[in-house]
C-alpha cells in the first residue's frame, strides 16, 4: 500500500512538471507527449531512415569510400534533408548542447546494429572527436553523446581517449571536398591503445564527402596497419 502510494505521488509530481515545463518538440516546437522524447510522432514520421541496413549490395555510404580506402563497413540512419526534421535535429544536436538528443538517436542506432553480423565483434566504438577548444565552445560532442547510446544500447566498449584532434580547423559546412581534405589533413594524433583492437567502429554525426573519416582512418592505419574499421553517422547528406 505504501509503495503505491509512493508511485502514484511520484506520478503526480511528474505531472505537475510536465504542466509547468511541458516539453516541446525539437521541430514544430508543438507540446510532447509523456510518451514522445525530444521529437514529436509528426515529426518522426518527416524523417527519411536510409533503411542501408536491409540492403544486400553497397550503398551510396560504402560507394562514398571507394578508391579511397577499404571500409569493413558503414551504416547511416538518416538521409539528411534541408528544411526538414533531419536538419532540425542535426542542428540541435551540433549547436545547442543536447546530449540527451544524441543519446536517445545512439540508442536508436545501436537498435539496429543489434541486427547487422558485421557489428557482433567490435572491440571499440570511438566519436570523431573535437578539438578541446570547439568542445568547450558547444558545451559537448555530439558525436560522443550518440557514440554513448550507442554503447548503451549494444552494452560495447566507448573509447574517447585514442584519438585526439590536435588542431582547431575552420567549420565544414561551406567548403569543397578537396578544402575539407586539407582542413582535416594530419589534424588527428592516435595513441598506442589503438594496437590493442582488431576492429573498430568511429560514430560521427553526418557525413558528407568523408574527409574527415578518411584522415582518421589513415592516421589510425598508419598506427595499425592490420585495423578494421567501421563507419556508423546519425545522417548522410
Not at 2 to 24: E, G
Not at 25 to 39: F, P, T
Not at 101 to 108: A, C, D, I, S, T
Not at 188 to 212: E, M
Request: proline share 3%.
Amino acid at each position: 500500500m505504501l509503495l503505491f502510494q509512493r508511485i502514484k505521488h511520484i506520478n503526480i509530481l511528474s505531472d505537475l512538471t510536465h504542466l509547468v515545463f511541458p516539453s516541446l518538440c525539437l521541430s514544430c516546437e508543438r507540446e510532447l507527449a509523456k510518451s514522445e522524447s525530444h521529437v514529436c510522432s509528426f515529426c518522426l514520421e518527416n524523417l527519411t531512415p536510409t533503411n542501408f541496413h536491409l540492403f544486400d549490395r553497397a550503398t551510396a555510404m560504402d560507394k562514398l569510400f571507394w578508391g579511397r580506402l577499404t571500409i569493413e563497413k558503414t551504416y547511416a540512419h538518416l538521409f539528411f534533408e534541408k528544411n526538414k526534421t533531419s536538419q532540425h535535429v542535426l542542428f540541435t544536436l551540433k549547436y545547442k548542447n543536447n546530449p540527451k538528443l544524441g543519446e536517445y538517436f545512439g540508442r536508436e542506432i545501436g537498435k539496429v546494429l543489434k541486427t547487422q553480423t558485421a557489428f557482433n565483434r567490435v572491440d571499440a566504438y570511438i566519436p570523431v572527436p573535437l578539438h578541446p577548444k570547439k568542445q568547450f565552445i558547444r558545451g559537448y560532442n555530439q558525436s560522443e553523446a550518440l557514440c554513448k547510446g550507442i554503447c548503451e544500447e549494444l552494452l560495447e566498449n566507448l573509447d574517447t581517449k585514442t584519438i585526439v584532434r590536435t588542431q582547431h580547423s575552420d567549420s565544414q559546412t561551406k567548403k569543397s571536398r578537396f578544402q575539407r581534405w586539407d582542413n582535416v589533413n594530419e589534424n588527428f594524433h592516435v595513441k598506442d591503445t589503438i594496437l590493442r583492437y582488431k576492429h573498430i567502429v568511429l560514430v560521427d554525426d553526418v557525413i558528407t564527402t568523408g574527409s574527415t573519416i578518411e584522415a582518421i582512418s589513415k592516421t589510425l592505419l598508419a598506427k595499425n596497419p592490420e585495423l578494421s574499421i567501421s563507419v556508423v553517422t546519425l545522417a548522410i547528406a
